[in-house]
């Protein structure tokens, strides 16, 4: 199967199909899609340079964090912070991610330390191209009207960005406000799959 048939797959919900394909990228976003995270973890780290790549391990991350291993989760974004980013926007995710995980540990460590990279790393001009304009939302830089609102022109780039931008409002609201964004960021689906907030907005969901 190539990659753009596995992709086509997985965006038309097709995940069994995905299961067994020899593409580990492919294969482990089929298997968090059917809630196998135990088995998706170590099919994410097996694929090649996934140890130096931020979001292979920001995905194996969050198998680790859906499967119950939280700190084993950190361990993995912690490490995507000095990884591979393809893009200098993408440097954000990793930082938002460990201050997630603070939040829901309770864990001031990975609160701060998150917080105080997503500051370091902000700067309006970042706020250009996404995933930026996260750092300046969980900083309060960023209105929520505009963080929710601003998108693309491509509906694939704009279903992936809904995806992202509604799990962090999640993330920044409480009660039934935060469920609404979290299900509208599973709700996301096709292109969406292949966001990590995604897979974590299912698991808010499924607390």
Do not use: C
């Given at each position: ?54 979001s292979m391990l920001e995905l194996a991350g969050a198998a680790h964090w859906l ?141």
């Open positions: 199967m190539t990659d753009q048939d596995a992709r086509a797959l997985l965006e038309a919900g097709e995940f069994e199909k995905v299961a067994d394909d020899e593409h580990p990228l492919w294969r482990g976003l089929a298997l968090l899609e059917l809630k196998k995270f135990a088995e998706a973890a170590p099919v994410l780290e097996s694929a090649e340079g996934a140890a130096g790549s931020a499967a119950g291993n939280r700190e084993v989760a950190v361990e993995r974004w912690i490490s995507a912070l000095d990884a591979g980013h393809e893009t200098p926007a993408d440097a954000v995710r990793a930082p938002a991610l460990l201050l997630y995980a603070g939040l829901r540990l309770n864990d001031e460590r990975y609160r701060l330390r998150g917080t105080r990279l997503l500051g370091k790393l902000w700067k309006p001009k970042l706020s250009r191209r996404w995933p930026g304009p996260v750092s300046g939302y969980l900083l309060g830089e960023v209105e929520e009207e505009k963080f929710l609102g601003e998108g693309f022109d491509n509906p694939a780039l704009e279903a992936r960005r809904l995806t992202a931008a509604h799990f962090w409002a999640g993330v920044r609201a409480e009660g039934e406000e935060a469920m609404a964004h979290f299900r509208a960021a599973a709700e996301q689906e096709g292109p969406g799959v292949l966001e990590v907030e995604h897979h974590l907005a299912h698991g808010e969901l499924g607390k």
